[in-house]
């Protein structure tokens, strides 16, 4: 573990200079340059002397806790593709089975299906992106536009396809989680 970076990181987090710190803490701005730098170590009352100065307990300071991951870029992304039905699943938030909601991307080719889901418990929401969508549930059929919405829940079995030209893409969110690769 390196000290010296989680310390600046919370020295900058309350907005303190060095020379801040080190007035705190009874220690020198040299001492804490150094320690931020990792060529020193602080004994164990230097570094609770320190911590305390910036709100933390050492408990705190050594957790292994992670920060909860609150952006996600597309290389978080996990895909899948069927090319045989033309559809194309991204799944935005890594591993959102363990939440309330999964999220996914969905691109249709046209002409493409999203294989057909069974009734389960929850709800379904979605935006179309671009293209335009159909979405059959049970025997009833809704058109969906670019720039449109949709949200039912799914007490039937129900699909999703692409009866048009160009390429779909939906922003698709199940609740709780249901969707598999």
């Not at 909601?101 to 299906?113: A, N, Q, V």
């Amino acid at each position: 573990m390196e000290i010296g970076k989680k310390i600046k990181i919370l020295r900058q987090g309350k907005n303190l200079t060095q020379d801040e710190l080190a007035l705190r803490c009874e220690l020198s701005k040299s001492f804490i340059s150094q320690l931020e730098r990792d060529l020193t170590s602080p004994s164990i009352s230097t570094l609770v002397d320190i911590l305390e100065s910036l709100g933390v307990t050492l408990k705190e300071f050594f957790s292994d806790d992670e920060e909860e991951k609150i952006v996600f870029s597309p290389a978080d992304y996990f895909e899948a593709e069927d090319e045989n039905l033309g559809y194309k699943v991204e799944w935005i938030i890594p591993n959102a089975q363990k939440n309330i909601m999964e999220p996914i991307m969905l691109t249709l080719s046209p002409g493409g299906t999203y294989k057909e889901e069974n009734a389960h418990e929850g709800e379904e929401f979605g935006y179309v992106l671009a293209g335009n969508i159909v979405i059959k549930i049970g025997s009833r059929k809704y058109r969906v536009h670019k720039g449109e919405s949709f949200c039912y829940k799914p007490s039937n079995t129900h699909c999703i396809s692409n009866p048009g030209k160009t390429t779909a893409k939906i922003i698709w969110v199940s609740s709780p989680p249901s969707f598999s690769n």
